[in-house]
């Protein structure tokens, strides 16, 4: 069974203190691994796709990097501005045929200024 | 601008009260989608349309319907809602060709309640 698992459940930082979130995952033919950010009352946004082991992607100041087992979301420097909840979501290929995500608890960060 | 919007945005209802959540999506997109999201347990699909008149169940359709009969729009439909439906609901679409970017465009969210 496809799974994605997320840690920390929160994080807390002070503005400008770097740190990673991490996603784990089990899935079925990896076709490609997401990030989104939600707000509070509001829907996910998305920010990354990886697609495989070694990929790389940065936006200001968040990267994403990808394992054959995990994700992790580098925050370099955060500002308050980047508190949010961050959401890790994989899609498998074996009976996927409707490109579902698999999404996994989130991790819920604060950034103190 | 292109946005998926959902209504309603908030609802009480009561046991056994059909009740329908309406999407509508502004991107001509042909893939469109429902989540539902609950805490300890993250989004979840509930059902998807890879084009109008084409509907298929997710991993949790039990007490749900849907229907596409226009590509803008992909309502969810709740028969006899029960108190187990109590959650947030989320539309997304996305355009048939790139499903696999998983660039999904979420709406704003339907919180629903079921006394």
């Known amino acids: 069974e496809d799974q994605v698992t997320q840690s920390p459940e929160a994080l807390r930082l002070q503005e400008g203190e770097s740190s990673s979130l991490n996603c784990s995952y089990t899935?079925?033919?990896?076709?490609?691994l997401f990030w989104y950010r939600q707000d509070p009352g509001k829907g996910p946004e998305f920010l990354f796709t990886?697609?495989?082991a070694g990929e790389e992607k940065e936006k200001e100041r968040l990267k994403a990097t990808l394992t054959k087992k995990e994700s992790f979301l580098h925050i370099t420097a955060p500002k308050p501005e980047d508190s949010a909840t961050y959401l890790c979501?994989?899609?498998?290929?074996?009976?996927?045929?409707?490109?579902?995500?698999?999404f996994g608890q989130g991790t819920e960060l604060s950034v103190k200024p | 601008e292109a946005q998926v919007t959902q209504n309603p945005r908030y609802l009480i209802t009561v046991t056994g009260k059909k009740l329908t959540v309406t999407c509508s999506q502004n991107?001509?997109?042909?893939?469109m989608s429902w989540y539902r999201q609950d805490p300890g347990l993250g989004l979840r699909q509930i059902y998807y349309?890879?084009?109008?008149?084409?509907?298929d169940k997710g991993d949790v359709p039990e007490g749900y319907k849907v229907s596409r009969k226009e590509k803008r729009n992909f309502p969810l439909i709740l028969e006899s809602p029960s108190p187990n439906q109590t959650s947030l609901y989320f539309c997304?679409?996305?355009?048939?060709?790139?499903?696999?970017?998983?660039?999904?465009?979420f709406g704003e969210g339907s919180r629903l309640t079921v006394l």
């Open positions: 899935v079925s033919g990896l076709r490609g």
């Open positions: 990886l697609y495989s």
């Open positions: 349309s890879m084009n109008v008149e084409v509907t």
């Open positions: 997304a679409s996305i355009s048939s060709g790139r499903v696999r970017t998983g660039e999904l465009f």
């Open positions: 979501a994989v899609q498998g290929s074996v009976y996927n045929q409707g490109g579902k995500l698999i």
């Open positions: 991107m001509n997109h042909e893939y």
